[in-house]
């Protein structure tokens, strides 16, 4: 598979299940690594780039209607870059369509593939592809 194969399948999956727990914007780019071919799986690495806001607090001098100077406190939000690595796999289905592929992934053709893996609760499949998130 090509990267931006993984990386559309990984974007069809649940963007919670890549994202660094830190991560306070609302919004993560996947990236995909390859890392080596395994049967008819290709297992690779999706790196999910965030930000994390760290509170922060600046006191500005500012002159006040007394004639006196005051520290005010300025609230903002410093944003610094994190990223989370999560190993993936993907595949080709033998399966043209998403029938055939349930009806084969439920009786048990794949069930020997996926037995090597520790897999999460999904397995999704899009466009002949088949891709898990693997367990840590």
């Excluded at 993984?6 to 919670?16: F, G, I, L, Q, S």
């Excluded at 609302?26 to 890392?35: A, E």
Aim: charged share 25%.
């Amino acid at each position: 598979m090509t990267t931006a194969e993984a990386e559309a399948a990984a974007n069809n999956h649940d963007w919670k299940l890549f994202k660094h727990p830190a991560t306070r914007s609302l919004g993560i780019i996947l990236k995909s690594k390859f890392n080596k071919k395994n049967d008819t799986v290709d297992e690779c690495t999706i790196t999910a780039h965030s930000f994390q806001g760290i509170d922060r607090v600046t006191y500005v001098s500012v002159y006040g209607g007394d004639g006196r100077y005051h520290q005010v406190p300025v609230h903002w939000i410093e944003y610094s870059r994190i990223q989370k690595d999560t190993p993936f796999a993907i595949g080709r289905a033998k399966e043209s369509e998403y029938p055939e592929f349930s009806a084969s992934y439920s009786g048990g053709s794949y069930k020997e593939l996926l037995s090597r893996y520790q897999i999460s609760d999904t397995v999704l499949y899009k466009k002949g592809l088949f891709s898990f998130v693997k367990k840590d």
